[in-house]
């Protein structure tokens, strides 16, 4: 069974930074492109980040560009974001996100993790 | 930046046909996939690659894709269907980024 569970959230001031991260198990983590979608509280989905397999592609969303870093660990099975310079309008629940192998949709997704930016 | 346009709401009775669109320039030419998003709940995927549908979605569940304008169609609707629905494609034009579409929450009445 393919299972994502994020962590790393929590509350944060402006400015400041956090790194979630997301632990994958029940498929071959190695082979998958793995992303980063966020919701602020009442809002809709907003793409983040992207990174390929092996970590050959890097993509970002223009609202955390420069801000935002993504990687992986395919040895630990693992995905993460740093964030720095964190704004109040980064508060949202962050969900890890698997891209299919062929198609680029998201077929699986972790519960999210929530990251309030408040003084 | 690729622009993905949804009713903010659709209501339909129990039983009935429900059609949620997602507008887009030349969406047909993208492959189109469909999240259904309940209360606190992760989104899950209802349709990939505009008319797919992943093993344990209901067949009620259908999608098409033509020219400025994808479709969700849900059949003989139930109260369980009720959920924000988005729709997603990536867009290259500018970079690589997945673009979603603003949402339509969907009510059974």
């Known amino acids: 069974e393919v299972q994502l569970v994020e962590s790393g959230g929590g509350l944060v001031k402006p400015g400041g930074s956090l790194r979630l991260s997301c632990a994958a198990s029940g498929f071959t983590f190695s082979s998958y492109s793995m992303n980063w979608v966020r919701q602020a509280p009442g809002k809709g989905l907003e793409w983040v980040s992207s990174i390929s397999s092996s970590s050959s592609y890097i993509y970002y969303a223009d609202s955390v560009k420069g801000r935002f870093t993504i990687s992986r660990d395919n040895a630990k099975n693992s995905l993460y974001l740093q964030m720095n310079s964190l704004r109040a309008e980064d508060t949202a629940v962050y969900y890890c996100?698997?891209?299919?192998?062929?198609?680029?949709?998201?077929?699986?997704w972790g519960q999210g993790t929530l990251v309030t930016v408040s003084s | 930046s690729y622009v993905l346009t949804q009713p903010p709401s659709v209501s339909v009775a129990p039983g009935k046909t429900a059609r949620i669109t997602c507008g887009g320039n030349?969406?047909?030419?993208?492959?189109v996939h469909w999240y259904q998003q309940k209360p606190g709940q992760a989104p899950v995927l209802v349709i990939y690659?505009?008319?797919d549908r992943p093993s344990g979605i209901p067949e009620r569940f259908s999608g098409s894709n033509s020219g400025n304008t994808a479709t969700l169609t849900i059949s003989r609707v139930e109260a369980g269907d009720e959920a924000d629905y988005y729709c997603q494609v990536w867009d290259s034009s500018s970079d690589h980024n997945a673009v979603f579409g603003g949402g339509t929450q969907l009510t059974v009445l």
């Open positions: 030349n969406i047909g030419s993208k492959s």
């Open positions: 690659y505009d008319s």
């Open positions: 996100a698997r891209e299919g192998a062929v198609a680029g949709d998201f077929d699986y």
